[in-house]
């Protein structure tokens, strides 16, 4: 297989490389793309070279993948594994006749569906439970806040989980249009830089120090630097670094910063200068953070230059620096 996937051509997406990869080193049984029809000859020809199956899981006259004009591959090593996550994907879609319906079912066939995809147990448990308190109308409805609020302190995160720029999965039922509005803002503020594919791995860690999900990046990375460095050294370049987190498309990060605990476990830190992705963050806002040079978070309260900056939630500090899960 080495030999081979050094002489395939690889793009970062359709599929990403970080399924890809995972598929090929063991640690995710299939993987799922959706891609244009002109577009699958390069998913049959990459499956060519690489020993690797796949599957077509919709009917050509059924849905869409996300209702565009698209068809849907899983991927994978052994054919069972398809068949398999081929089942449960059409189970998300519709119930069999005569099979159990209803909340449970749904519960079950998503967590089978996540399973099938390599994602750890922990992971999808944790991913499921926010999202049904996001659909019933949670007050707090930001996975990034959540997952770092499970997070155990200990340091620099590690960057290889860094998930602030993955919204495929986080775009809301509930409020559908105006958050692909806002998610089309975003991704249009930061065009070239192919946020939804920048990713060592494709699922949400339960907590940013999830050992499995750590392992299996690690991997994931170890692979990427060997047969696609260019896009390992992106994948390092775009993730460790420091962000300063308000929401899902409100964020800001740094170039460089240091931080240190001040009087009553204030914390200070000096920052460099703004960096890609961009956020909808307002202009005013970011100005300010420059000017500044850092900040503080005070009780939960954003201090910038000296002044309180009203926030309906307490900001985030999360420093994607850490280089835990690499091997060197």
């Not at 999808?124 to 926010?130: F, K």
């Not at 007050?139 to 997070?151: C, M, N, Q, Y």
């Not at 201090?303 to 985030?316: F, S, W």
């Amino acid at each position: 297989m080495k030999t081979e996937l050094a002489k395939v051509p690889l793009r970062p997406q359709d599929p990403h490389l970080c399924d890809l990869f995972g598929v090929l080193a063991g640690v995710k049984p299939v993987l799922y793309t959706d891609v244009l029809p002109s577009e699958e000859v390069y998913i049959r020809d990459l499956c060519r070279a690489l020993g690797l199956r796949w599957l077509k899981p919709e009917r050509p006259s059924g849905k869409h993948f996300h209702f565009q004009k698209k068809a849907m591959f899983l991927v994978g090593r052994r054919a069972g594994d398809l068949a398999a996550a081929a089942r449960c994907w059409r189970g998300l879609l519709a119930p069999p006749a005569g099979g159990p319906r209803g909340p449970s079912a749904s519960l079950r066939n998503n967590f089978d569906w996540g399973c099938w995809l390599g994602y750890p147990e922990c992971c999808v448990r944790a991913y499921l439970r926010w999202r049904d308190e996001r659909d019933a109308g949670a007050a707090s409805a930001d996975l990034v806040r959540a997952t770092a609020e499970a997070t155990p302190a200990g340091g620099p995160l590690p960057f290889l989980l860094n998930d602030v720029f993955n919204h495929f999965s986080l775009l809301s039922t509930a409020a559908r249009a105006q958050d692909k509005r806002r998610y089309e803002r975003f991704i249009a503020l930061n065009r070239g830089l192919m946020l939804p594919s920048l990713n060592a791995v494709s699922w949400h860690p339960c907590t940013y120090r999830c050992e499995e999900s750590l392992y299996k990046a690690g991997v994931v990375y170890g692979l990427m630097r060997r047969y696609a460095p260019d896009w390992a050294r992106r994948i390092r370049e775009g993730l460790a670094r420091p962000v300063l987190h308000f929401g899902k498309y409100e964020f800001a990060v740094f170039e460089d910063a240091r931080s240190r605990r001040g009087p009553a476990g204030a914390l200070r830190v000096r920052a460099g200068k703004l960096r890609a992705p961009r956020s909808l963050l307002s202009p005013g806002l970011r100005t300010r953070l420059t000017r500044a040079g850092g900040f503080e978070l005070r009780a939960g309260a954003l201090v910038v230059g000296g002044k309180a900056v009203a926030r309906p939630e307490p900001p985030l500090w999360l420093d994607f620096r850490g280089t835990q899960g690499c091997v060197a």
